[in-house]
Nanobody, 119 residues
Framework: QVRLVESGGGLVQAGGSLRLSCVAS????????LGWYRQAPGKQRELVAD???????KYADPVKGRFTIFRDNTKNLIDLQMNSLKSEDTAVYYC?????????????WGQGTQVTVSS
């Protein structure tokens, strides 16, 4: 079973930057969409940004212009560059990959990495 592992979270002051990375423990074939989600205390998990296998990106409105999702075909699956961080960005950030092989959909999630932004 392939596992996703996130890294790069931590504590940062408002206005600062962090870069999250997501790696897989093995190969994932038939990748469809790769994305970052986040869940703040007491709130539902929400999409932050995703990128399709074709390279199309989508961002949640609160992060547009501040966050950038990168696809890395050599080392990491995806990175998330987060700039101009705000206290409301504080959350656990999760990597997600969906893949499709012979019409079977696979949905992989990482365990999450904590991002805390102090005001």
């Amino acid at each position: 079973q392939v596992r996703l592992v996130e890294s790069g979270g931590g504590l940062v002051q408002a206005g600062g930057s962090l870069r999250l990375s997501c790696v897989a423990s093995g190969s994932i074939f038939g990748i469809d969409v790769l994305g970052w989600y986040r869940q703040a205390p007491g709130k539902q998990r929400e999409l932050v940004a995703d990128i399709t296998s074709g390279g199309s990106t989508k961002y949640a409105d609160p992060v547009k212009g501040r966050f950038t999702i990168f696809r890395d075909n050599t080392k990491n699956l995806i990175d998330l560059q987060m700039n101009s961080l705000k206290s409301e960005d504080t959350a656990v950030y999760y990597c997600r990959v969906t893949s499709r092989l012979t019409s079977v959909l696979h949905d992989y999630w990482g365990q999450g990495t904590q991002v805390t932004v102090s005001s």
